[in-house]
């Protein structure tokens, strides 16, 4: 499960990345070293322009936790923030997406905790590890669209944009520390990836691939990530490993 992760990724290194991307300067958000679930987060698509017509790339903020249209409410997005690839493509609050609303989630790396047994004089407490590439993960996910029933549909508040990642088991380095991890899509294949003409279920699992095949770098972090409250740069900072789980 991907329950945290940090966002650091200018606009301009996506373009680097990526090439041609559209946002508008007005919705960039600020880098977060602490993403928490019902958060803003950038994320990239294609959408068609309804003045132009035309297909555009663009960066966007969506709230993370996927709503599904068909929702009554967006109460229970923070139980959405992932989807298991196993049945991403059956299961009623994602097949949808993944037929025809693709994304990907750029992050520096994620999150993940593991419980340290209490010992004399001191309480047991979860550690928090940070795994990444040393790279851009081009998160895989999905994104929605859930209209507010009580609001005109031509109320630009009406319109709650959402968005889920994808994951699957974890291996190598990153099973060490938890169960699942976050599936990433190659630079090379955003074209196929963010195309809603692309519909094949099997064509498109085989693009999600495990990050650095799930061999991860593995650091033990500061404790202060535990609380959403805090952010910044510090919190990345080297902590000791009482576990011996980080490389």
């Known amino acids: 499960?991907?329950?945290?992760?940090?966002?650091?990724?200018?606009?301009?290194?996506?373009?680097?990345?990526?090439?041609?991307?559209?946002?508008?300067?007005?919705?960039?958000?600020?880098?977060?070293?602490?993403?928490?679930?019902?958060?803003?987060?950038?994320?990239?698509?294609?959408?068609?322009?309804?003045?132009?017509?035309?297909?555009?790339?663009?960066?966007?903020?969506?709230?993370?936790?996927?709503?599904?249209?068909?929702?009554?409410?967006?109460?229970?997005?923070?139980?959405?923030?992932?989807?298991?690839?196993e049945t991403v493509d059956t299961k009623p609050a994602f097949r949808k997406a993944f037929a025809a609303r693709r994304c990907v989630l750029p992050a520096d790396g994620y999150f993940e905790w593991r419980e340290v047994p209490a010992e004399a004089g001191r309480r047991k407490y979860k550690q928090p590890y940070f795994l990444s590439t040393g790279g851009v993960l081009l998160m895989a996910g999905l994104y929605e669209f859930w209209r507010d029933p009580g609001r005109p549909e031509d109320d630009p508040l009406a319109w709650l944009a959402t968005t889920t990642i994808i994951t699957t088991d974890a291996t190598d380095s990153a099973g060490r520390v938890h169960d699942?991890?976050?599936?990433?899509?190659?630079?090379?294949?955003?074209?196929?990836?963010?195309?809603?003409?692309?519909?094949?279920?099997?064509?498109?699992?085989?693009?999600?691939?495990?990050?650095a095949d799930g061999d991860l770098r593995v650091r033990a972090v500061s404790t202060a990530v535990n609380s959403v409250r805090n952010n910044g740069p510090e919190l990345l900072d080297d902590a000791p490993d009482p576990l011996g789980l980080a490389d």
Do not use: Y
């Open 1 to 85: 499960m991907c329950g945290r992760f940090v966002s650091t990724t200018t606009p301009q290194d996506l373009v680097s990345l990526l090439g041609e991307l559209r946002w508008d300067p007005a919705e960039a958000l600020a880098p977060s070293w602490n993403v928490a679930p019902t958060d803003p987060v950038p994320v990239v698509l294609e959408r068609v322009d309804r003045e132009t017509g035309e297909l555009v790339r663009g960066l966007r903020p969506l709230r993370w936790g996927l709503v599904p249209s068909w929702s009554k409410d967006p109460s229970g997005a923070a139980r959405m923030i992932n989807a298991r690839s």
């Open 180 to 211: 699942r991890m976050p599936l990433t899509i190659a630079p090379d294949d955003l074209d196929v990836w963010l195309s809603a003409a692309h519909t094949d279920s099997a064509e498109l699992h085989h693009l999600l691939r495990r990050p």
